[in-house]
């Protein structure tokens, strides 16, 4: 593999960082490659246009339109890569990864445990969700839960578009699976693209802040950012960590960070309950017992299916509204 490429910074959206990121790594290895339901350009480049141009430039061989089935699509790319190459598999919607599941986790996640460590499976899954266009309940769910509880699997969630080129291509280079979520909301919201690899377990601090930390990521960095900026207002002063992994979580990274501030937020836009935020939570009460200044406090969406009418749909998933009265509550 050719050493990575610097580039001058550039704005782009999300959408066009991922396509920078899968063009710049296949162009450094030949053996990266990229399949999935309408991703070459004789069929549109991907539904959301983040394939397009890969096949025209390296061909059809490295750019495969597949059928209508994911099972097919992950376990081409299981296989693919115990042959020695480093496929990314799209599933269109995050909902359908629940098709290919099994493979997944028994497959993909367990081989290198099961050989003793002499198979690797570096496969990157892309795959996209989120609420906010009515796309129902079977199109919308954030199930990066299911996956952080599966051991042998890596689980990312980029918020920005620098993020999600620095994270696509670290995940590409990684020997193991990684689970690579998109936002559908973020699809579009442009931001300066470095062209620099992001380490895979690393946050970073999208907002310095003294009175209270909030742990996001993807989407709800932004709504929290959101939030901040109303707080600021009333004189609270809001420190805002964007996990972009979910797993392995930066937990000293958040840990720093709540030490600091004495409170702390755990916001996801997946269902609160069982989700990931009583993980943080719960290693925050642990670790920092005795030195916080209020309890951890959750925020996640309600325990339902998405709705599809659009009320019912914002009222689904946490609102800067919500972030910042919940905030406040820590504030006492």
């Known amino acids: 593999m050719t050493e990575?490429?610097?580039?001058t910074p550039k704005?782009?959206?999300?959408?066009e960082a991922i396509?920078?990121?899968l063009h710049d790594a296949m162009e450094a290895d030949p053996k990266v490659l990229v399949l999935g339901e309408e991703v070459g350009d004789k069929e549109g480049g991907g539904v959301m246009g983040v394939t397009a141009g890969l096949s025209t430039k390296f061909g059809t061989d490295r750019v495969k339109s597949t059928p209508i089935t994911e099972q097919a699509i992950i376990g081409a790319a299981i296989g693919a890569s115990i042959g020695g190459y480093r496929p990314v598999a799209e599933i269109m919607l995050m909902n359908f990864i629940a098709v290919p599941m099994d493979m997944i986790v028994n497959h993909a996640a367990k081989l290198r445990f099961m050989s003793g460590g002499q198979t690797?499976?570096?496969i990157v899954i892309r795959t996209m969700t989120g609420t906010g266009f009515q796309t129902g309940g079977q199109h919308s769910d954030y199930l990066e839960a299911w996956f952080a509880h599966t051991a042998g699997i890596k689980v990312v969630a980029p918020s920005c578009p620098d993020d999600g080129y620095g994270l696509m291509r670290s995940a590409i280079e990684d020997n193991d699976p990684v689970l690579f979520i998109e936002n559908l909301p973020t699809y579009w919201n442009p931001g300066p693209v470095s062209g620099q690899h992001v380490p895979i377990g690393k946050a970073r601090i999208a907002r310095e802040g003294t009175d209270v930390t909030i742990v996001?990521?993807?989407l709800m960095v932004h709504r929290a950012a959101a939030a901040a900026e109303e707080l600021a207002k009333e004189g609270i002063s809001v420190e805002i960590i964007d996990l972009r992994t979910i797993s392995p979580w930066d937990k000293e990274g958040v840990l720093a960070s709540c030490a600091k501030t004495g409170r702390a937020l755990v916001v996801h836009e997946a269902v609160r309950q069982f989700g990931i935020g009583a993980e943080i939570a719960s290693t925050i009460g642990d670790e920092l017992w005795g030195t916080m200044k209020a309890p951890v406090k959750r925020l996640g969406g309600?325990?339902?299916?998405?709705?599809?009418s659009k009320p019912l749909e914002d009222a689904f998933a946490p609102q800067p509204a919500d972030i910042a009265a919940t905030v406040k509550l820590l504030m006492g």
Not at 11 to 15: D, G, L, P
Not at 302 to 308: G, L, M
């Open 302 to 308: 309600a325990f339902s299916a998405v709705p599809f």
């Open 120 to 122: 690797s499976v570096p």
């Open 216 to 218: 996001a990521h993807s």
């Open 19 to 21: 396509n920078k990121a």
């Open 11 to 15: 704005t782009m959206t999300m959408v």
């Open 4 to 7: 990575p490429k610097t580039m």
